[in-house]
């Protein structure tokens, strides 16, 4: 048997209760979301939400790489800004950890510039009901 190493990274994304975790890894250019093509997502109108790191990057930086997602929790909303979030991540840690700190560093200036949600979690989390308060 041979020993050779897979290169990937995990990474995960969170939007309310949703959470993604995407590993990305040397491949062919597939970007899959719980097994099914990120193609047939549903709404479709998210969809472009979904393609935004694809379409700020450019598809030469995403050929090379496959992306593999998990979602779980919260609403169709929300887990779609979760799997955008962790395909951002997941593409600026797989150059981090074995490409070249530049290509990294570009990466992730083009990222912050467009939307900071894209790398950053979103801190604010719902206040639990109050005794007596309406509702």
Request: net charge positive; aromatic share 8%.
């Amino acid at each position: 048997m041979t020993d050779k190493k897979v290169e990937f990274v995990q990474t995960f994304g969170r939007k309310k209760n949703a959470v993604a975790v995407a590993t990305c890894k040397a491949g062919r250019g597939i970007i899959r979301v719980n097994g099914v093509p990120v193609d047939v997502i549903e709404p479709a109108i998210l969809r472009t939400k979904v393609y935004e790191p694809v379409y700020l990057l450019g598809k030469k930086r995403f050929s090379e790489l496959d992306i593999r997602i998990r979602t779980r929790g919260g609403g169709y909303t929300s887990q779609i800004y979760a799997i955008r979030q962790a395909i951002s991540k997941a593409i600026v840690a797989y150059h981090q950890k074995f490409k070249d700190e530049n290509s990294k560093r570009e990466i992730k200036e083009i990222l912050l510039q467009y939307d900071r949600a894209l790398l950053v979690t979103d801190p604010r989390r719902p206040e639990p009901k109050k005794y007596g308060g309406p509702g």
